[in-house]
């Protein structure tokens, strides 16, 4: 007994330091978000890039990632997580090298490749890491915890890149971000090399978490190539709350992507604000994504995981849906609390779903089905709002850009209550179950070798 209470406490050791290290690379990784990208638009326009050209540029992440999060998310259950992560790391450090030299909109392209290939190879396996270090009852709260203290973080960051980027210009921002690439490169390094975890929960009795959601186990190594992954991602479709996970992240990054596009050149260049606004109002806006963050357990109280998703992703949309009658700063700060709000909840209700119908060993690849969903919405809207923006004006855009998104809200409802394209994705598989990957499985039905 003695021996198995002291293998439980450096079991607990073990997740902690692990969370401890995830939650760093976490921060180190998403420092393109706070430190990077809100400056980029600006930086596009003064070396010569037309809004068309800013929303292109925008939209080259999620182009790349489209195609790259699903074999990316195979990829990290076949080869490992932890080897993802660095290659991860080495990989954004190119980008953020040709960022911090660039002088001409052309040389945003291939930096904005590196960033995004870096992106795609960290998030599947940070966030399928993240979630087989907790058991299911507590999977929401510790994802929350994570994005809270990721947030924290990252707080000042906006505020000092809008600083450095009026008094020194932006390629000392591409340097900073640099040098925490390399440090997370660094810590990446400390990450143990372990083999995937069990999908089976000792805190909660020992059963399956594939049992306990309903999910089929695909082994432990489930995508067998480019094809194999592209079928299980298309057998995960098949359950409802993936669906439903996958739907609400199009729909919530098609928000996104139009405000970043058209949030900070409107700020600087219709309100007359300095860049250094701009990153204040992102500041302000970090402080209530965190807090959302920390108390989602409470601010989804009394809610399904999916009302909280679409019910927050409403607000949001409410919120930007203002923006062309905003004229003055404590109105901006207004919007940024509320959008800072439902910006929290959001991204750890997709999660939370995702998680909870997954085994442990599926969830790599739901993570990158994650991704995949989320950079439709950000691919297509980046292009929307350019091309809306320079033949409408930018108020136009933030208005018909969000009154869609609360359409596709409404019509991701639906989807959930009927259950009519996940069924039809069920029966697609039930026709090609034959052609499948050796040793994957179709819900009702036993692996074919």
């Given at each position: ?8 406490k450096?079991?607990?050791?073990r997740r902690?330091?692990e969370?401890g ?8 990784e998403?420092f393109s978000w ?7 638009p ?9 809004t068309a ?8 992440p999620?182009?790349v ?6 074999p990316?998310?195979?990829?990290a ?8 992560i660095i290659?991860?790391f ?7 090298l ?8 052309l ?6 490749l ?8 960290f998030?599947?396996a ?25 947030g924290l ?12 980027f009026?008094?020194?210009g932006?390629?000392?921002?591409g340097l900073?971000y ?8 660094f810590?990446?390094?400390?990450l143990?090399n372990?083999e ?6 000792p805190?909660?009795?020992?059963e ?8 089929q186990?695909?082994?432990p190594k ?7 992954s592209?079928?299980a991602?298309?057998r995960?479709?098949a ?9 609400g992240?199009?729909v ?5 992507g139009i405000s970043?596009?058209?949030y ?8 007359g604000?300095?860049a250094?606004?701009v ?5 302000w806006?970090g ?8 108390s989602?357990?409470?601010v989804s109280a ?14 949001n949309?409410?919120?930007?849906m ?24 959001l ?5 939370t ?6 085994s442990d060993n ?12 989320m950079n439709?919405g950000a691919l297509?809207?980046p292009?929307?709002?350019?091309v809306t ?12 850009g ?25 029966g697609?598989e039930?026709v ?5 990957a050796?040793g994957?499985?179709?819900?009702g039905r036993?692996?074919?070798?």
């Open positions: 007994m003695a021996t198995v209470l002291r293998f439980m450096l079991d607990e050791i902690r330091r969370l290290l995830l939650i760093c690379l976490g921060v180190m998403g706070t430190l990077i990208k809100p400056m980029l600006l930086f596009a326009t003064n070396i010569g890039a037309s050209l800013v929303g292109v540029i925008v939209a080259v999620p182009l990632q489209i195609f790259t999060r699903i990316s998310g195979a990829a259950v076949r080869f490992g997580k932890r080897r993802m290659l991860s080495m990989v954004t450090a190119v980008g953020a040709i960022l911090t030299l660039t002088r001409t909109p040389l945003l392209f291939p930096a904005q590196c960033v995004a290939l870096g992106e795609t190879f998030w599947p940070n966030w399928a890491y993240v979630t087989s270090l907790a058991p299911r009852r507590r999977q929401g709260t510790v994802v929350g915890m994570v994005m809270g203290v990721q973080a990252g707080l000042a960051l906006p505020y000092m890149a809008g600083r450095v009026d008094l020194y932006f390629w000392l921002n900073i640099l040098v925490f690439i390399g440090a997370g490169l810590v990446a390094r400390l143990p372990l995937p975890v069990s999908d089976h929960d805190a909660e009795g020992g399956s978490v594939a049992a306990r959601s309903g999910a186990p695909l082994g489930p995508a067998a190539g480019l094809f194999g592209l079928a991602a298309r995960l479709l359950r409802e709350q993936v669906l439903l996970a996958a739907w992240g199009f919530i990054f098609f928000s996104w970043s596009v058209v900070s050149i409107y700020v600087r260049d219709v309100l604000f300095s250094t606004t990153g204040m109002l992102m500041t806006q402080i209530f994504v965190a807090i959302s963050r920390f989602y357990a409470r009394g809610l399904r995981v999916d009302r909280a998703m679409i019910c927050t992703a409403a607000i949309c409410a919120a930007m203002m923006m062309p009658w905003v004229r003055n700063l404590p109105a901006l700060m207004l919007v940024s609390a509320v959008t800072g709000c439902a910006s929290g909840v991204p750890v209700a997709i999660k779903l995702y998680a909870n119908a997954t599926e969830r790599s690849l739901a993570m990158g089905l994650d991704g995949v969903a439709f297509v809207s292009l929307l709002a350019g923006a320079q033949a409408f004006g930018i108020p136009a855009t933030f208005f018909a969000n009154l869609l998104t609360l359409v596709a809200l409404a019509m991701a409802r639906k989807v959930s209550r009927s259950g009519r394209l996940a069924r039809t994705l069920s697609l039930l090609t179950a034959d052609h499948q050796p994957l499985t179709v819900p036993a692996a074919t070798s």
